[in-house]
């Protein structure tokens, strides 16, 4: 359901319909994935290929004390056995890797192959590649490594203790600016702050301060990690993977392994889900090392679900505080929030980019936000759609759910009053452009659910909203005009399954003024097109469509150069519409102009690259129906509507299904998922069986509303669309269980268990 019938501008900001833009033609990629066609990187095979595996640390913390391969290498059939031994010794070098995560190379490389010691169950120690993968697993148990164990800290706030077990000696604390001089597990403290803490607090008529605990969850993709790669003779290494960012790959195993990436050509396949949670590489510098070492062979390895859940990035627990006041009109005057965030084994939690977030729908003149990067004896987390705000906005938005209740205001029009507009500075100091958040409620407020009458016992409703800030960054592509008046579209992005290259080659096609059917997209390899990151941030369509949009400006201004060329006049006196060239009674279609190209200089061909700097921030506000059964602490959701600023939707049920799939994983974060650990720190669920992410018998259909409040700062008007639907679910589903049973839930998932100990304790007060 879209709302609001925006303005739709072009870029001289002149009213007009689009042609192409806001409608929903069948995805690029659609026929070749349903009919098995698509290649994923377990489907790429090639001539004398060997078959890799990982042997993994049974320990949460031990030092390694020595490693005896022998036997494995002397097994018939295995080519190459790998450690840490075989890496470079790295400095350390910062780099970021999507999402806002940020990494120390070193540390990446210690995540790839452990040096000296192990962090988490399932932490890589070796490698093998054999001619088949039976061999290489039984090589595995010929590894002999002898560990001293260590105890394990698994707790963020447990590992903050000053006589915590240490997991990286290196390690020292960035406070506010200043570096500490002793072993520590604390990474970094950050710090937001304006106004008067104490006095917004006195001028507050009621104040709510609650704790909350989030657990580690995963982004529960179903294609594992993969890789094929070919160190060659002469040097140059190719590899083959499922990746977000093609070009991220290139970059970080070139710092990983000292290969210079001129020497690195990264093919990007289809890819089986991501998430954020495919952007840090840790099998593509093992294939490479396997391959050079087996006499330049090319190497396939290929994760198993339970290495996927055990070694590869979960985005953070996280252990948060909130204190908010408001006076008798409804105005928050004070807000204090701290937020510890665990970061894994090695440092770099999205804490920063909680605490940009955990206040970021509401004017707050007096606040104060404390933000810790904590390491744990888990696996190194990595970016979880919106990374770090889930956690953050399940603290905030039920506090602010809590002090609605304590002024008797309905929850709408309390965030009505104190959302945030253009001009309002976010915590973290910038002001907001032009944004959609008030819309969003507005449009809630008005949403038939918002009204429809709730009856029957133990059932209540629940509102959150929730922010992103989405991103931009740099994009490349290029294009050329064929002789049937088709346009081949190159560019770096790799679709990740959210149909990005329909909505680019959309972009393309409202700029050219053609059909879509006329655009050919195709995803290149890092050798074939110029610099692109990776699908992440909700930035693709926002920044590779700002391309598309170059391109077509690009190939429209060479085109009629050429039909000036034609018709022997000024190019000035030819104009371009509706797809037809004209010029002093003289006409031609793009399709006619394009077929006689080699009458004048031959091809039109254009690339563009951009630095996108000017995205637009994502506001959302959920509405949620549950159901509660006190007797098994089950939750039905009964009705979901997801009420999203889309800017301008480029292909409308695609923006839908970003929004859905977003939402649906919330609420699986919200109610079941949940990485458990035994106390030697074993993860005892690694599966898709026991660790629960919600099917279709959990879900309801998941309505949408698009509100489209164009960016001002695109050609059409795209904001990032892909990430800001999972801030929300769980603190909106908690404000409906208070309002179905009388309880509020401070920890996450909400599971049965946890809502029926909640339910005995109230009995028991």
């Known amino acids: 359901m879209r709302t609001m019938d925006q303005e739709t501008k072009t870029e001289e900001g002149k009213q007009r319909a689009y042609r192409v833009i806001g409608t929903t033609p069948i995805r690029f990629d659609g026929v070749d994935k349903v009919t098995g066609r698509a290649l994923y990187g377990a489907d790429i095979r090639l001539p004398g290929m060997l078959y890799g595996a990982v042997l993994r640390s049974p320990h949460a913390h031990a030092r390694i004390r020595s490693i005896d391969t022998r036997q494995a290498e002397a097994l018939p059939e295995v080519k190459a056995v790998v450690t840490a031994a075989d890496l470079p010794d790295l400095e350390d070098k910062m780099a970021a890797v999507g999402e806002a995560s940020v990494v120390n190379l070193r540390y990446q490389s210690n995540n790839v192959l452990a040096r000296d010691k192990v962090l988490y169950h399932g932490h890589a120690i070796a490698a093998v590649a054999a001619t088949n993968p039976h061999i290489a697993e039984e090589a595995l148990a010929l590894i002999k490594v002898e560990y001293e164990v260590l105890p394990p800290v698994l707790d963020v706030r447990e590992a903050m203790r000053e006589d915590a077990p240490i997991l990286l000696e290196d390690l020292r604390t960035e406070e506010l600016g200043h570096k500490g001089d002793r072993p520590t597990n604390v990474a970094k403290h950050l710090r937001h702050q304006r106004g008067d803490l104490e006095k917004g607090f006195q001028e507050a008529a009621v104040i709510v301060e609650r704790e909350f605990f989030t657990a580690t969850v995963h982004q529960g993709y179903i294609e594992p990690q993969n890789v094929v790669a070919l160190y060659n003779t002469d040097g140059q290494v190719t590899i083959w993977c499922s990746t977000q960012g093609a070009f991220g790959v290139r970059d970080q195993v070139s710092e990983i392994l000292q ?226 008046g088709t346009v081949t579209l190159v560019m770096g992005s790799v679709d990740i399954g959210g149909g990005t290259r329909t909505a680019i080659a959309m972009q393309l096609a409202e700029t050219l003024d053609i059909p879509l059917e006329d655009i050919k997209p195709r995803m290149a390899d890092t050798d074939s097109v110029g610099y692109t990151e990776g699908t992440y941030g909700s930035r693709t369509t926002f920044a590779t469509g700002w391309v598309a949009y170059e391109l077509g400006q690009s190939l429209k201004r060479q085109l009629i150069e050429r039909a000036a060329q034609l018709w022997e006049v000024s190019p000035d006196q030819v104009t371009y519409v509706d797809g037809v060239f004209s010029a002093n009674g003289e006409r031609l279609t793009f399709k006619e102009l394009a077929a006689r190209l080699d009458e004048t200089d031959g091809p039109v061909v254009a690339s563009a690259a951009i630095h996108a700097r000017r995205e637009g921030p994502a506001f959302t506000t959920h509405i949620v129906d549950v159901e509660v059964d006190p007797e098994t602490g089950k939750v039905q959701i009964l009705r979901y509507t997801a009420v999203q600023d889309v800017g301008t939707a480029i292909h409308p049920t695609l923006v839908e299904g970003q929004i859905q799939g977003a939402a649906a994983q919330g609420i699986g974060w919200g109610l079941n998922e949940e990485y458990v650990y035994d106390e030697e720190g074993h993860l005892v669920n690694a599966s898709f069986l026991d660790y629960r992410i919600p099917t279709c018998m959990d879900l309801p259909m998941i309505d949408t509303v698009l509100v489209e409040v164009p960016n001002p700062n695109h050609p059409y008007g795209v904001r990032g669309v892909g990430e800001v639907s999972i801030v929300p679910p769980p603190a909106a589903i908690a404000n409906a269980i208070y309002r179905a049973v009388g309880v509020r839930l401070n920890v996450l998932p909400m599971s049965p268990a946890r809502i029926l100990e909640a339910l005995w304790q109230r009995g028991q007060t």
């Open 259 to 484: 290969i210079p990436v001129s020497r690195i050509r990264v093919i990007p396949t289809e890819i089986g889900g991501g998430f954020g949670g495919k952007n840090s590489v840790y099998l593509e510098p093992v294939a490479v090392l396997l391959s050079k070492k087996s006499g330049y062979r090319p190497v396939k390895l290929v994760m198993s679900h339970r290495e996927v859940l055990a070694a590869t990035g979960p985005t953070a627990a996280s252990y948060i505080r909130v204190k908010m006041g408001a006076d008798r009109n409804g105005r928050i005057t004070a807000a204090e929030a701290y937020l510890a965030y665990a970061a894994g084994a090695f440092p770099g939690s999205p804490v920063d980019a909680a605490m940009t977030i955990i206040f970021g729908p509401y004017r707050i003149e007096n606040l104060r936000i404390d933000g810790y990067d904590v390491v744990v004896n888990r696996p190194k987390t990595s970016a979880y759609r919106a990374p770090g705000a889930t956690n953050a906005a399940f603290a905030c938005e039920t506090v602010v759910d809590e002090l609605c209740e304590k002024l008797g205001m309905d929850p709408i029009e309390f965030r009505l009053l104190n959302g945030v507009r253009e001009g309002d500075r976010r915590a973290d100091g910038p002001a907001y452009p032009r944004i959609g958040y008030l819309e969003t409620l507005q449009a809630a407020r008005a949403h038939p659910h918002y009204t429809a009458p709730l009856e029957g016992p133990h059932r209540g409703r629940g509102v959150a909203s929730g922010c992103w800030l989405n991103y931009g960054g740099k994009s490349s592509a290029s294009a050329h005009v064929n002789a049937d």
